[in-house]
């Protein structure tokens, strides 16, 4: 369960950090390293090997903590967005909409 949850967190890391076309994964691997304190060689494990069925907590704790800071940061520049653009009704209303025909099918 926690290397399906470590991975899972190390992809979500890495989606974030990858910049497209032009960068590699190994230099989002280096600024999640640089950034975060994550060692390089957990996040290859994680990302690389399929058989991996352990690892030391402090890694573990390591990646949590960067990717709660992550979300968190993630959520206050949507909140900034939300803050700093005038909201369109129309797209509201579409949203709304989209949202309540979603809860009704499920």
């Given amino acids: 369960m926690h290397v399906t949850s470590a ?4 992809d979500a890391l890495i989606a974030k950090e990858y910049r497209g076309q032009g960068d590699t994964y190994e230099g989002a691997y280096y600024r999640l390293q640089s950034k975060w304190g994550l060692s390089i060689s957990f ?3 994680l990302v690389y090997d399929p058989e991996l069925k352990d690892f ?6 390591a990646l949590q903590c960067a990717y709660h800071a992550a979300c968190v940061r ?6 900034h967005e939300r803050a700093t653009h005038e909201i369109n009704p129309i797209a ?5 909409f989209v ?3 979603e809860k009704e099918e499920g």
């Fill in 7 to 10: 991975k899972q967190m190390a």
């Fill in 43 to 45: 996040i290859k494990r």
């Fill in 56 to 61: 030391m907590a402090s890694n573990y704790v």
């Fill in 74 to 79: 993630t959520e206050r520049q949507i909140e």
């Fill in 92 to 96: 509201l209303k579409a949203a709304d």
């Fill in 99 to 101: 949202v309540r025909t």
